[in-house]
């Protein structure tokens, strides 16, 4: 069978810790590329559900530490279902909480997240950094009432660059003051260094490997990166993971 992913807290990047497991349901349902990121939780199976609402359960809203409120989800390598993972974990934080949750487009390189939304993608997070106003004004509702979603927005040749500028900073502290959970979805670590400048300003990075794909090797060396910048690594989730057992057998593991 197969298990869409697996979420691994700080143990370097070893499988310990186990925090959660989804069945593959959700992973086949978002194969469609017209499928938006309700749909594929509307025809994933209850174990499915479940199973993903144990990692924004153990993430978001563990009782035993200050849960971090504003997280970047980042792939180590393109392709490997991160956007999607992200916005997953926005829709069912936001189903669990009473307040809201803002879903940011932090990907200028090949936004994503408008069409798992049906939205476009014309004014966003690039916007608000070459414009005045709140960031509020530069986000729209998506699906629930407290889901936000905030866009790459509108985006010029060169304006990658601006992710290092001083009002990005800014733009992120007013989120941050905004809403009450920020979770930012990033390019692959392992081509660029965009999520490091939205981890220093975020409480943390989930890391999202792929099986089979990813070199544990490039994952450590990404991670080790990120601590030596004093970057906090919230846990890394294992995508597209199989098991050569039955259902039955591997839920009593």
């Given at each position: 069978?197969?298990?869409?992913?697996?979420?691994?807290?700080?143990?370097?990047?070893g499988?310990?810790?186990?925090?959660a497991?989804?069945?593959?349901a959700?992973?086949?349902?978002?194969?469609s590329?017209?499928s938006?990121?309700t749909e594929?939780l509307?025809e994933?199976?209850?174990?499915?559900?479940?199973?993903?609402l144990?990692?924004v359960?153990?993430l978001?809203?563990t009782?035993?530490?200050?849960?971090?409120k504003?997280?970047?989800?980042?792939?180590?390598?393109?392709?490997?279902?991160c956007?999607?993972l992200?916005?997953?974990?926005?829709?069912?934080l936001?189903?669990n909480?009473?307040?809201?949750?803002?879903?940011?487009?932090g990907n200028?390189?090949?936004?994503?997240?408008?069409?798992?939304?049906?939205?476009?993608?014309h004014?966003?997070?690039a916007?608000?950094?070459?414009?005045?106003?709140?960031i509020?004004?530069?986000?729209?509702q998506?699906?629930r009432?407290?889901?936000?979603l905030?866009?790459?927005?509108?985006?010029?040749?060169?304006d990658?660059?601006?992710?290092?500028?001083?009002?990005?900073?800014?733009r992120?502290?007013?989120?941050?003051?905004?809403?009450?959970?920020v979770?930012?979805?990033?390019?692959?670590l392992?081509?660029?260094?965009?999520a490091?400048v939205?981890?220093?300003?975020?409480?943390?990075?989930?890391?999202?490997?792929?099986?089979n794909?990813?070199?544990?090797?490039t994952?450590?060396?990404?991670?080790e990166?990120?601590?030596?910048?004093?970057?906090?690594v919230?846990?890394?989730v294992?995508?597209?993971?199989t098991?050569?057992?039955?259902s039955?057998?591997?839920k009593r593991?």
């Amino acid at each position: 069978m197969s298990k869409d992913y697996e979420f691994t807290q700080q143990a370097g990047i070893g499988l310990g810790n186990l925090i959660a497991r989804t069945e593959s349901a959700v992973g086949a349902a978002a194969k469609s590329k017209t499928s938006t990121i309700t749909e594929i939780l509307a025809e994933a199976p209850p174990d499915t559900r479940e199973e993903s609402l144990k990692l924004v359960q153990r993430l978001f809203l563990t009782p035993e530490q200050t849960p971090p409120k504003a997280v970047v989800f980042a792939a180590i390598d393109s392709g490997n279902g991160c956007t999607r993972l992200c916005a997953i974990m926005a829709q069912l934080l936001a189903e669990n909480v009473s307040g809201s949750v803002c879903l940011v487009e932090g990907n200028f390189r090949t936004p994503s997240l408008p069409d798992l939304f049906g939205v476009d993608n014309h004014h966003g997070l690039a916007d608000s950094l070459r414009q005045k106003g709140s960031i509020r004004s530069f986000a729209r509702q998506a699906g629930r009432a407290n889901v936000w979603l905030l866009s790459s927005g509108s985006l010029g040749k060169d304006d990658v660059n601006l992710l290092n500028c001083d009002r990005m900073k800014e733009r992120i502290a007013e989120l941050r003051s905004a809403f009450d959970y920020v979770l930012i979805d990033a390019p692959p670590l392992n081509s660029y260094a965009d999520a490091m400048v939205f981890g220093r300003l975020a409480d943390g990075v989930v890391l999202v490997l792929e099986a089979n794909a990813t070199r544990r090797e490039t994952a450590l060396r990404v991670a080790e990166r990120l601590q030596a910048t004093k970057i906090p690594v919230l846990g890394a989730v294992l995508n597209k993971r199989t098991f050569p057992i039955p259902s039955a057998l591997y839920k009593r593991l």
